[in-house]
């Protein structure tokens, strides 16, 4: 999570560049003349300061009524009443006296439509814009500033094109709009066509060019500059220190005219951002200044380099602290693996924000506490808190991770009120979140509602449909995409060649292999190697896959010869998955499924032997097999299943269940995988062992809790077995119900005795 104490120039370029922005929100405060007597225009003027004095201290009640005492007003009188409630936060009631104003005159106008602008109504200000009876350049520039502030740099540009009459303001304001919207080339051309801009301009169009990195053109901006202020110094010191340039932010930062202390801070920032802690450090200590803002860079420093010994010294040294120190602290401890010690800092803030519980949701959701991360996410709704987009996006992590549906779609709710469901950010979490859950057909619906696709959004959902076993869609999808400005990258050819690994595309899968260099210039890499591998061997083409690793410009790693002994499995090859198990257990000695799968290999074989010396073999290297469980959602509530679990209050209910679907599939066919059980024991003992695996308990639970129409969605924690899988196809014929299993590998969508994987897998 970024610190705010780092971002010295984001401050520095939003200052300057709002500068202009807000400019033209400020409303001409002449008022006309009224007709009336001396005297009673006296009284007026007393009563209007009097109004605008409650409503500067808050007091909007005693304003009203002072307003609804006096026997005659103004039509300053009404103004000051709109501006006050504008400013107390209380648009409607502006809005009401607006509407009920007798006479309107153009600063009722300008403050009514500088108001819809604060508050982002910019269809009321438009058309209120558009009823005016007439229009001053404050109208003009408020309605500017407006589109510019919210990004809606078309209208701007329109508004801007029929001024009639344009000032410093409206020029400032178009500029800023086009630096603020990442428009640099139109700021450019707008800046060249005239000489006589302020200095905030300057500073503006600088500021742009060092968002964007481009530092040479930044520096010229800077040579050119007539005059210059701290804010030019800061920024260009800035844009040097951020982007590893730090010779010649030190050259600037000694030549600087006023070094105060945001120049100081840029440094130490510039510092800390390359990794130099302790130059970083030698700056900080020699400020003849600090402001939080410097505390926070250099305890972000060490922070985020896992020195939180010396991040807490800092801390704890700090006389200014914020609630941005006590954020770094909770992210910097999360970071580290010390959830213990981030929710004692949580837990001590004298004060909280959005970003704090972010920090310590994502913390917990990062160290493999999810449930606990929901649960404060739910306490952060009590208390009443805004949520961001952070939060919101850490929240959809979570449920995806524990596969948590329900409560995943009351945050889809919850973000669609907030209207960030179109954003990507926030989209992409929400893909995640359904393609981890098992709902391919709500992925696809978000990923048509976001607005701007990012090559992020595409990858997401191709390799969504790949890993639920929906190859031709995943090619399909691609094709749409190549169809788009959007360039395909390593991560979406990873995605393609899993969907065709994961539906035994063989030949279009070595055509997508083939083109990557080719048409989008990807060198492939370990892991394209890897899915290309799992596609020849799962295929039966064992040789060509070990071709294809002799002749990789890189030794195979331990997942790449992961995927040949899973194909040797596959295909019984003994010989084979031996040598690949022998050269993963040499990079990789506690890999515990590799283990297992060689041992099953072995166990297919009728080698027991064999399989007991894989069983001291672990022993001996103190390898533990990692438990198999699975769980399932009902009502907000997960329920998790072990192998013969006896511990759910429900387990007599679940287990005549399973007894009777049991005598069921096997009448329609069902034939138990006993090869499987790495025990030499009789048929009949091994049938009992595979019947209440936790896959299974948990797809009979599902079944009798989640009502009829719904799919039954099941999560497990390592690969399903062979023989749960040949049965869970057979229940979902019988029971008529889909069921879709997330194993540690991909998903498996079961309907009607068929499985989308097509028992590829």
């Not at 009401?96 to 910019?122: A, H």
């Not at 508004?159 to 630096?179: H, R, T």
């Amino acid at each position: 999570m970024a610190m705010r104490g780092n971002n010295r120039f984001g401050q520095l370029h939003s200052r300057s560049c709002l500068r202009s922005l807000q400019t033209t929100t400020t409303v001409n405060r002449k008022q006309p003349k009224t007709s009336s007597s001396p005297a009673a225009d006296s009284d007026i003027v007393k009563w209007n300061i009097s109004i605008s004095t409650h409503m500067r201290n808050g007091q909007c009640d005693s304003a009203l009524r002072l307003f609804n005492s006096m026997p005659r007003r103004s039509s300053v009188s009404w103004n000051a009443m709109i501006s006050g409630y504008l400013s107390n936060n209380k648009f409607f009631l502006a809005r009401q006296m607006f509407e009920k104003m007798p006479t309107r005159d153009l600063v009722s106008w300008n403050v009514m439509i500088s108001g819809c602008v604060r508050y982002r109504k910019l269809r009321d200000a438009r058309l209120l814009f558009d009823q005016m009876p007439e229009r001053d350049v404050v109208s003009w520039n408020a309605m500017l500033s407006g589109y510019a502030q919210n990004g809606y740099v078309k209208e701007a540009e329109d508004i801007f094109d029929k001024m009639p009459c344009k000032n410093s303001i409206s020029w400032n304001g178009m500029l800023a709009a086009y630096v603020q919207n990442g428009r640099i080339e139109d700021a450019r051309r707008i800046f060249e066509l005239k000489a006589d801009w302020e200095l905030v301009s300057w500073n503006c169009m600088m500021g742009g060019y060092v968002k964007r990195k481009r530092l040479i053109d930044a520096r010229e901006i800077f040579n050119r500059m007539p005059e210059r202020d701290e804010v030019s110094w800061n920024t260009m010191i800035t844009g040097y220190a951020q982007n590893g340039e730090l010779l010649e932010a030190q050259r600037l930062f000694k030549e600087s005219p006023v070094q105060d202390v945001f120049t100081w801070t840029a440094m130490v920032s510039g510092y800390v951002q390359n990794g130099m802690l302790d130059e970083a450090r030698r700056v900080f200590d020699e400020m003849p200044e600090k402001n939080s803002v410097s505390w926070n860079a250099i305890i972000a420093g060490y922070a985020q380099n896992k020195r939180m010994d010396l991040a807490r010294e800092l801390f704890e040294a700090m006389p200014c602290q914020n609630v941005s120190s006590w954020n770094t602290m909770i992210t910097g401890y999360a970071q580290s693996g010390d959830i213990a010690q981030a929710r004692d800092v949580f837990d001590r803030m004298p004060q909280r924000d959005s970003i704090s519980w972010a920090a310590v949701i994502a913390g917990y959701a990062q160290s493999g506490y999810g449930e606990e991360a929901l649960r404060l996410f739910m306490e952060m709704k009590r208390d009443g808190e805004r949520l961001n987009r952070s939060t919101y996006t850490c929240t959809l992590s979570t449920c995806a991770e524990i596969a948590a549906l329900e409560l995943g779609k009351q945050v889809h709710g919850q973000v669609i009120k907030a209207g960030l469901e179109s954003g990507c950010y926030v989209g992409n979490a929400l893909l995640v979140m359904y393609c981890k859950c098992g709902s391919i057909e709500d992925a696809y619906v978000v990923f048509e509602g976001i607005e701007e696709k990012e090559v992020v959004s595409w990858n997401t959902m191709i390799a969504g449909y790949a890993r639920h076993g929906f190859g031709n869609e995943a090619l399909k999808l691609f094709e749409s995409m190549k169809k788009t400005s959007i360039q395909p990258d390593d991560v979406t050819m990873v995605g393609v060649l899993s969907a065709c690994s994961h539906t035994g595309l063989v030949d279009k899968g070595t055509e997508y292999f083939d083109s990557m260099t080719r048409d989008y210039g990807i060198t492939a890499n370990s892991k394209h190697y890897t899915c290309m591998i799992d596609l020849l061997g799962r295929a039966g083409c064992l040789d060509d896959a070990q071709n294809l690793m002799r002749n990789m410009p890189f030794e195979p790693d331990a997942a790449t010869w992961g995927a040949l002994l899973g194909a040797s499995r596959i295909h019984g090859n003994t010989e084979l998955g031996e040598k690949a198990a022998e050269m993963i257990f040499e990079m990789e000695p506690d890999n515990t499924g590799m283990y297992v799968l060689l041992s099953n290999l072995y166990a297919a074989s009728g080698r027991w032997g064999d399989v007991g010396k894989m069983r001291l073999r672990m022993r001996d290297r103190g390898v533990k097999k990692v438990p198999g469980y699975s769980w399932v959602e009902v009502q907000n509530k997960i329920h998790t299943f072990t192998v013969g679990d006896s511990i759910h209050p429900e387990r007599d209910r679940i287990y005549a269940f399973l007894e009777e679907l049991d005598l069921k599939i096997k009448k329609e066919g069902y034939v138990s995988s006993t090869k499987l059980v790495l025990h030499d024991v009789e048929e009949e003992e091994k049938e009992n062992m595979l019947k209440y695996h936790s896959e299974k308990l948990a797809v009979a639970f599902g079944l009798l809790t989640i009502a009829p129409g719904r799919p039954v969605r099941v999560i497990k924690n390592l690969r399903v077995c062979e023989d749960c899988h040949n049965a869970i196809k057979h229940i979902s014929k019988i029971v008529g119900r889909l069921i879709i299993l997330r194993d540690s590998h991909r998903f498996h969508h079961f309907n009607g005795g068929q499985c989308s994987c097509g028992d590829y897998w």
